[in-house]
């Protein structure tokens, strides 16, 4: 690759336009230095101008073979003008950083995706170090235009303690449309149903699809009891489980009139044999299982799983097509009930993300949000990282990033590799996995830059098949809640389920709301009432 340093400074120069604004001077051309340092064994303590950067052990191995170059990441490096020491990530992320804290280690940030319980105690510890909301909107606008545009301005709320912020606010964006239906189309033609795009055409496509033997819908315990059935609420405006603001205010929608007519339509099914009477006890397996033996037409479950594997993330529920002749796997949308409402309950996973240890600096605190917002939140940072530079080591064909000779997997006639060159890739610092970048910064929707463009579409989709809301008090420290979180959940769940099976009826919802708001539920709306209305 001596070509590729020979020609750094004109792709560097190819590249001044993608870098953010917030950098002070991106262009400087590569001078062949290296600027990348192995933390030796325990010592994450870092200089001035060095920025510290975890990546999982196997991709340590690939970084520190024989011949690794690291050229890429040196000119990602030069370029943000830092330099880099790159340490051994060893544990799960809860376990590993809560030992180094205990232990004393010394580290810039905690590149974290723990439990709320995890941040609210480091902070009470004292070993974290607040972040100005002001700095993060200077120097991350990339990040602040992404985060506020799935969570709200006042996301920033949601994770201060005593007015201070100390972690950086993440999503897992993909999860804000996450669940969406999948059905067998093959089944529903086979018993002379059609694709269903309402409430009323799916009690229309179920009774023909019970008479023809088979499920008409089947979930699992791994989805859960009442999430597999929320698409049916959905239909009418109804949210279970979750809060969420109504007329400017928080409810929570177990709770609330509009769920008293779905959940009396989701029990006359079950009843009727239209929902399997096994969804609450088995796991996702053998819910793929009946999938799979043709014995189920209709499931929820994550989207791109209802497609092949180059368009997402798996292809659990699509695997069905390779192995059954005349299968049809189709995504669909969310059916809409009689005022057209439609969707599910989602859950994007908002949390505490990255946060610095007390007493780092504003200064180098500023460095680390700059390089993360290149890194994890443009375009041409994570293609940089991914694939390194292009008509260098990648050109782009039919839309899709194809490496060089000397670096692309050789295959064989069938597309199976021949020989894999990955390690050729990674010992210029290229393709090192996504674990690199800061998980505060999982923005799914750039994360799809070499995807196949055959599949763009779906994604594209998948907002307007898959409506929904999520719970936005799920981030909010809130102690009353965490008092009466568990006897309040069993309480919802046993009588929903109690429903479902027609042990009780819709008659007695009243009664549980009274219950329910006697047991602590009461007391949890005022806290959360409270805590929203703050954050405006």
Not at 130 to 140: A, G, L, N, R, T
Request: one cysteine or more; aromatic letters at 12%; proline letters at 4%.
């Amino acid at each position: 690759m001596k070509k590729l340093l020979a020609l750094a400074l004109v792709a560097l120069m190819a590249l001044a336009l993608v870098v953010p604004a917030a950098s002070a001077d991106p262009m400087i051309p590569y001078t062949g230095e290296n600027h990348i340092t192995f933390a030796d064994g325990e010592n994450f303590e870092t200089d001035d101008n060095q920025l510290l950067i975890w990546f999982r052990p196997q991709v340590i191995d690939a970084l520190r073979q024989d011949g690794a170059t690291l050229d890429v990441l040196n000119i990602i490096a030069e370029q943000q003008g830092v330099d880099l020491l790159i340490a051994n990530q060893t544990d799960s992320k809860d376990n590993f950083y809560t030992l180094k804290i205990q232990e004393g280690a010394k580290m810039d940030y905690y590149e974290h995706y723990g439990s709320l319980g995890v941040y609210t105690q480091q902070i009470a510890d004292g070993v974290l170090e607040p972040i100005s909301v002001d700095m993060i909107k200077e120097c991350m606008p990339n990040y602040v235009k992404w985060i506020e545009g799935y969570v709200g301005p006042n996301v920033w709320d949601m994770l201060s303690v005593d007015g201070k912020l100390y972690a950086l606010p993440n999503i897992w964006s993909l999860g804000a449309n996450a669940m969406g239906l999948g059905v067998r189309e093959d089944l529903l033609t086979t018993a002379g149903a059609t694709v269903p795009t309402t409430i009323a055409e799916w009690e229309t496509a179920m009774e023909k699809l019970k008479a023809a033997g088979l499920i008409p819908f089947s979930s699992s315990k791994d989805i859960g009891i009442q999430n597999s059935l929320n698409w049916i609420f959905g239909a009418y405006n109804s949210y279970p489980t979750i809060f969420h603001e109504k007329d400017g205010k928080i409810v929570y929608g177990s709770i609330e009139p509009e769920a008293k007519e779905p959940l009396r339509i989701a029990a006359d099914w079950y009843a009727k044999g239209y929902i399997d009477n096994e969804y609450a006890t088995i796991d996702d397996a053998a819910n793929q299982q009946k999938w799979n033996d043709s014995k189920s037409a209709s499931t929820l479950f994550y989207f791109y799983c209802f497609y092949p594997k180059g368009a997402h993330l798996g292809d659990d529920y699509y695997r069905v097509v390779y192995n059954t002749p005349g299968a049809i796997v189709n995504h669909i949308a969310l059916p809409k009930g009689p005022e057209g409402f439609s969707g599910t309950a989602q859950n994007p996973s908002i949390g505490a993300g990255n946060r610095f240890a007390a007493g780092t600096s504003a200064e180098k605190i500023e460095k680390y949000l700059k390089f993360w917002d290149y890194c994890s939140m443009t375009q041409e940072g994570i293609k940089m990282f991914m694939a390194g530079i292009e008509g260098e080591t990648y050109n782009m064909v039919d839309g899709k990033v194809q490496f060089v000779e000397g670096l692309a997997d050789e295959l064989n006639e069938d597309g199976s590799i021949k020989v894999d060159h990955k390690a050729d890739r990674q010992k210029l610092g290229i393709e090192c996995d996504f674990n690199c970048i800061p998980v505060s910064l999982n923005n799914y929707d750039l994360q799809y830059w070499n995807l196949d463009p055959a599949y763009t579409q779906a994604r594209i989709d998948a907002p307007l098949k898959n409506p929904g809301l999520y719970d936005v008090m799920k981030t909010f420290p809130r102690p009353v809640w965490e008092q009466y979180k568990d006897a309040l959940t069993k309480l919802q769940e046993d009588f929903y389920y109690a429903v479902f099976t027609g042990a009780k009826t819709v008659d007695d919802f009243d009664a549980f709301v009274a219950e329910w708001l006697a047991a602590g539920g009461q007391e949890v709306l005022d806290e959360a009432n409270a805590l929203w209305a703050a954050s405006k």
